[in-house]
């Protein structure tokens, strides 16, 4: 006797769907495309580094020179507008030997530290010595940590630089009326502030532009890789 065909048995329910593709965040970057990325970023900012330090290094010795002479006209000590021009002859050398050193791109990140630390510990040291927290150059002492956050992103390295520039700040304000010396008269230190946030801005838009076009050209070298 031949053997009756036997049904499958059907269970009822819903059958679970396939696991969906969640496809990857449209800023996500794979960690090697994120590497290149930098690399061809650092490729780029040694070739427009050179020509902006030029610009950059001109326009500010007419700065410090108007500075000068408006410290100078508002009965401020000589010595310490000496002492301010001393201090930029220093910034201005060691900004030339690392841009002189930074020829690899592979160098580029830990120039680009050197040269904020030199920038903090010229901004600062200038307001220390006209002033204090009245010197005209207070609108300039968080200019390096915004440039490297610009230049690293939200990156530790970042950070670092912002912890330290805020740690030379209050050790400027902790010093006495005796080390940083009187303030400005009223109209001289009105100039000043202007001059100095004049000249803020116009580093933080000519920052803001260079990292820009770099970025932008960082990112279709990567494209076509």
């Not at 593709?21 to 970023?41: C, F, T």
């Not at 201005?92 to 690392?98: D, F, K, L, Q, Y």
């Not at 600062?124 to 207070?138: C, K, M, N, Q």
């Amino acid at each position: 006797m031949a053997s009756q065909p036997t049904a499958e048995p059907v269970f009822a329910g819903t059958s679970l769907a396939d696991e969906p593709h969640v496809p990857p965040s449209p800023g996500y970057r794979a960690p090697s495309v994120d590497a290149a990325w930098r690399r061809q970023r650092d490729i780029f900012f040694v070739s427009e580094a050179r020509n902006t330090s030029r610009l950059t290094l001109g326009l500010g010795v007419l700065v410090q020179l108007a500075v000068f002479g408006l410290l100078l006209h508002g009965g401020y000590p000589g010595w310490r507008v000496a002492a301010l021009g001393g201090l930029y002859i220093g910034f201005v050398i060691s900004h030339s030997v690392i841009m002189r050193c930074t020829i690899e791109p592979q160098r580029v990140s830990s120039a680009f530290i050197q040269m904020a630390v030199t920038a903090q510990l010229f901004v600062v040291g200038s307001a220390a010595l006209t002033g204090g927290i009245h010197s005209p150059f207070i609108p300039s002492l968080v200019l390096p940590a915004i440039v490297s956050l610009l230049f690293f992103g939200p990156q530790a390295v970042s950070r670092w630089v912002a912890l330290g520039n805020a740690l030379l700040i209050i050790a400027m304000v902790a010093l006495p009326v005796g080390i940083v010396g009187p303030a400005l008269p009223s109209a001289h230190y009105t100039i000043g502030i202007l001059v100095s946030l004049f000249w803020f801005l116009f580093m933080l838009h000519l920052m803001v532009g260079k990292l820009s076009v770099v970025a932008s050209r960082a990112g279709e070298s990567v494209a076509h890789l």
